[in-house]
């Protein structure tokens, strides 16, 4: 049975920084959303147009586990690994 040290070395590093890429690429979906918000909302000429112009915007629908999985494999085979990670203690 594998140490946690040895988990750690064999996965960590890498899972560590494909969890922030993901958490990247939902932030920026948030801030890509409050920024078409915003320009909506300036363009709108009264507030009839207000909730149509912010009714179109798309939803920001909660992520399943699933959708988490996916992006985590899809990340993760896009993510080179470490070349010390394959190395004997």
């Not at 890509?32 to 915007?57: G, I, M, Y």
């Not at 985590?72 to 004997?88: A, H, V």
């Given at each position: 049975?594998?140490?946690r040290e040895q988990v750690y070395?064999?996965?960590g590093p890498q899972l560590l920084e494909v969890i922030v890429m993901i958490l990247k690429d939902e932030i920026n979906l948030t801030r890509e959303?409050?920024?078409?918000?915003k320009t909506e909302a300036a363009a709108?000429?009264?507030?009839?147009?207000?909730?149509?112009?912010?009714?179109?915007?798309?939803?920001?629908?909660?992520?399943?586990?699933?959708?988490?999985?996916?992006?985590?494999?899809?990340?993760?085979?896009?993510?080179p690994r470490y070349n010390w990670?394959?190395?004997?203690p």
């Amino acid at each position: 049975m594998a140490t946690r040290e040895q988990v750690y070395r064999r996965f960590g590093p890498q899972l560590l920084e494909v969890i922030v890429m993901i958490l990247k690429d939902e932030i920026n979906l948030t801030r890509e959303w409050t920024r078409d918000f915003k320009t909506e909302a300036a363009a709108s000429t009264n507030l009839a147009n207000l909730q149509s112009r912010v009714a179109a915007l798309p939803t920001l629908t909660e992520r399943t586990n699933e959708q988490l999985l996916d992006a985590l494999e899809t990340k993760w085979g896009e993510t080179p690994r470490y070349n010390w990670m394959d190395e004997g203690p």
